[in-house]
């Protein structure tokens, strides 16, 4: 059965996703609060929010706090012949979508850098499905690929392209047509347009559309790197949870190749997003690859976790005439059976436990079991 996870708060969600990245290599990035704010003005285009805090250190620069991990560490991670492996745990601050008011958000991902191959990609990606599958069964990861994108619709100006392409990221193809024929595109490239826009699903559904509307061996390519990808998530088995969506497409000025968003469900908007993003890199002098993504953890407070949380598993209550000793070892006994123990001399206005003990001087005696 479908359900959402436990995870009762962020640090037990990073602590989850820590020991998931460390399993395939993944080294931890520490990175400083603020960044120098000509960082963030120079690529505006590649944030989700362009409001920024800032101010004036003590030598008269203008800083920024961080409103995004990837841009910092792009810029600071050194060239190398390999490739680097890197994971954060960082607060960023930003309005939340809708909102009016910055917010301390706590964010978790992490940073494939250097030399990049199908593999690399394969592996982000199946750790963004398993980071999601530890917060709920019920994922969705959503894949698209923005040289597919970009080379279909390479001969359209670019002030056109991105308005068409705003119209297929809307799904909307009424919208579609009626550009196409204001903009005096052909009727081939409007069907491909229209075609594009609705095709969704797992890539064993969706070969045959993609193919009919490839344009040269390009394209070819990029749908063979989709099915490569997705012969490796057979592997690591969360293929039935990733979809094929071309109406994902993210600033191509920094993004190259597979770009992707995850979703929980009881969030009503991603909640996971990354992406091949080689141009970044090449922007700031790097002369690398790159592939990450990030998870949103405040969004998480939108879950309805069930209803079986508890404080702990076991209320300890005591009065004074039991000795501190003999509470620690009962405590110990109780957590030696692998159940989570809150020792108090009075009983918890709110708290919520799975049994309720009391130590006296013949043992432990129930008070309560909850079911």
Same mark, same amino acid.
């Given at each position: 059965?479908?359900?959402?996870?436990?995870?009762?708060?962020?640090?037990?969600?990073?602590?989850?996703?820590?020991?998931?990245?460390?399993?395939?290599?993944?080294?931890?990035?520490?990175?400083?609060?603020?960044?120098?704010?000509?960082?963030?003005?120079?690529?505006?285009?590649?944030?989700?929010?362009?409001?920024?805090?800032?101010?004036?250190?003590?030598?008269? =620069?203008?800083?920024?706090?961080?409103?995004?991990? /990837? *841009?910092?560490?792009?810029? %600071?991670? $050194?060239?190398?012949? @390999? +490739?680097?492996?890197?994971?954060?745990?960082?607060?960023?601050?930003?309005?939340?979508?809708?909102?009016?008011?910055?917010?301390?958000?706590?964010?978790?991902?992490?940073?494939?850098?250097?030399?990049?191959?199908?593999?690399?990609?394969?592996?982000?990606?199946?750790?963004?499905?398993?980071?999601?599958?530890?917060?709920?069964?019920?994922?969705?990861?959503?894949?698209?690929?923005?040289?597919?994108?970009?080379?279909?619709? =390479?001969?359209?100006?670019?002030?056109?392209?991105? /308005? *068409?392409?705003?119209?297929? %990221?809307? $799904?909307?193809?009424? @919208? +579609?047509?009626?550009?196409?024929?204001?903009?005096?595109?052909?009727?081939?490239?409007?069907?491909?347009?229209?075609?594009?826009?609705?095709?969704?699903?797992?890539?064993?559904?969706?070969?045959?559309?993609?193919?009919?509307?490839?344009?040269?061996?390009?394209?070819?390519?990029?749908?063979?790197?989709?099915?490569?990808?997705?012969?490796?998530?057979?592997?690591?088995?969360?293929?039935?949870?990733?979809?094929?969506?071309?109406?994902?497409?993210?600033?191509?000025?920094?993004?190259?190749?597979?770009?992707?968003?995850?979703?929980?469900?009881?969030?009503?908007?991603?909640?996971?997003?990354?992406?091949?993003?080689?141009?970044?890199?090449?922007?700031?002098?790097?002369?690398?690859?790159?592939?990450?993504?990030?998870?949103?953890?405040?969004?998480?407070?939108?879950?309805?976790?069930?209803?079986?949380?508890?404080?702990?598993?076991?209320?300890?209550?005591?009065?004074?005439?039991?000795?501190?000793?003999?509470?620690?070892?009962?405590?110990?006994?109780?957590?030696?059976?692998?159940?989570?123990?809150?020792?108090?001399?009075?009983?918890?206005?709110?708290?919520?436990?799975?049994?309720?003990?009391?130590?006296?001087?013949?043992?432990?005696?129930?008070?309560?079991?909850?079911?």
């Amino acid at each position: 059965m479908d359900k959402i996870k436990c995870i009762k708060n962020d640090e037990e969600a990073i602590l989850r996703f820590k020991n998931l990245y460390r399993q395939y290599g993944y080294k931890q990035y520490k990175m400083s609060k603020f960044e120098e704010y000509d960082l963030y003005a120079e690529n505006k285009n590649f944030l989700t929010n362009s409001n920024i805090i800032t101010f004036t250190d003590l030598n008269g =620069k203008l800083m920024a706090l961080k409103p995004d991990v /990837t *841009l910092s560490i792009a810029k %600071n991670v $050194k060239d190398t012949d @390999g +490739i680097q492996k890197l994971y954060y745990s960082e607060n960023v601050y930003r309005a939340r979508k809708g909102g009016n008011e910055f917010r301390e958000i706590m964010q978790t991902g992490l940073e494939c850098m250097g030399k990049i191959d199908l593999y690399s990609v394969g592996e982000v990606l199946m750790l963004a499905a398993k980071s999601l599958e530890e917060i709920s069964d019920s994922y969705i990861i959503d894949i698209s690929h923005t040289g597919f994108v970009a080379e279909l619709f =390479k001969d359209i100006p670019e002030e056109k392209r991105e /308005t *068409l392409l705003s119209y297929v %990221n809307a $799904k909307n193809s009424v @919208g +579609i047509r009626k550009i196409c024929r204001k903009f005096g595109l052909g009727v081939s490239l409007t069907e491909k347009a229209v075609k594009l826009a609705s095709i969704y699903g797992p890539f064993e559904s969706v070969i045959d559309e993609l193919k009919s509307i490839s344009v040269n061996n390009r394209t070819d390519e990029a749908i063979d790197e989709l099915e490569g990808i997705y012969k490796m998530l057979k592997v690591f088995g969360c293929e039935k949870n990733i979809n094929i969506d071309f109406s994902i497409i993210n600033n191509m000025s920094y993004y190259n190749g597979i770009v992707f968003k995850g979703y929980v469900a009881g969030i009503p908007s991603h909640i996971l997003s990354g992406g091949r993003y080689d141009r970044l890199l090449q922007k700031l002098g790097k002369n690398a690859g790159a592939i990450g993504f990030a998870l949103y953890l405040d969004m998480l407070d939108m879950l309805n976790f069930e209803d079986d949380e508890y404080d702990a598993d076991v209320l300890l209550l005591y009065d004074e005439s039991i000795k501190p000793g003999d509470i620690a070892s009962a405590a110990l006994d109780i957590t030696s059976e692998g159940e989570s123990v809150a020792a108090s001399a009075e009983m918890p206005a709110n708290g919520k436990y799975r049994r309720v003990v009391r130590i006296t001087e013949r043992g432990l005696e129930n008070i309560e079991t909850v079911d």
